[in-house]
């Protein structure tokens, strides 16, 4: 998907301007995918521009960090205000925002701890990430031929931007096979998550979502969806799904901050009813959620 450039990215504490914030070619990160990040979006509320859980998605960036050994040379709150000033900076009424923490230039070699720690953060408008029809007409997804990490190989707890081969090599495969995103399978067999989506398959009218210990990340969407869906009185359960389960699910939908609520038409060419009824009701409410237009759901909009 292209990007749109707005005015500033902010860079270890400036805004510069967007064709400016540049790094060189010896950055340690871009060597050997240490770097952690994170994905975020702002809408237009009646308060003006307010990002959607920006605090906890500002904390998962520091916890992606622990797990790398990495310092970010600020703190939480720091970060919280500068996504906000960067937001502020675009003008836009809502944005895709990337934060982003990488081991930068002056080392070479594995031993990331002499490394300095850089930091960006740059925002764009961004569209829906799975297409404009996903949640009405659903996506078609495919089980991947490419394993979701192990815990002791790649931590998927942690955002890092080396996680992502696996994700980008099972997304181009899905995509050249005709699909629009694939479902990973963990070393088990089991069902873990999407390339950047979490997944939620009913079964017997409850809707189950695979635990962490599956290999998935820990969605701030997904965990939105699962109080709006208890809010519902909806049912759900955090468990272990297999392929099967997909392929024989009532309905299905997959979530993340770029995808949002996406329905899933079929898994491997088996038809699931899509959009099933709890799937368009969570879409519908996640949907206004974060616009800020539900009162008890209002302390996730964060305005800048
Ligand atoms: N799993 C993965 C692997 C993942 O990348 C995401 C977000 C999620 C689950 C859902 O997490 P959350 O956004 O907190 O609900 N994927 C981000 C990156 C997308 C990209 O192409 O880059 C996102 O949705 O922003």
Redesign the pocket.
Known sequence: MPITPTDKIWMNGELVPWDEARIHVLTHTLHYGTGVFE?IRAYETDRGPAVFRLTDHIERLFNSARIMLMEIPYTVDEIVQAVKETVRSTGLPSCYIRPLAIYGYGEMGLNTLPCKVDVSIACWPWGA?LGDDAVTKGVRMKVSSWTRHDHNTMPPLA?TTGNYVN?SLAKVEALKAGYDEAIMLNPEGLVS??????IFAARNGILVTPPLAAG??P????DSVTTIAHDHGFEVSVDNLSRSDLYICEEMFV?????EVSAVNSVDDRVIPCPGPMTEVIAREYAHAVRGQVDKYKEWCEPV
């Open positions: 994905g990430y955002k994700s998550e999407c390339t950047g989506e979490n998935a990340l969605g701030i969407t997904q979530c993340g901050t770029a995808a």
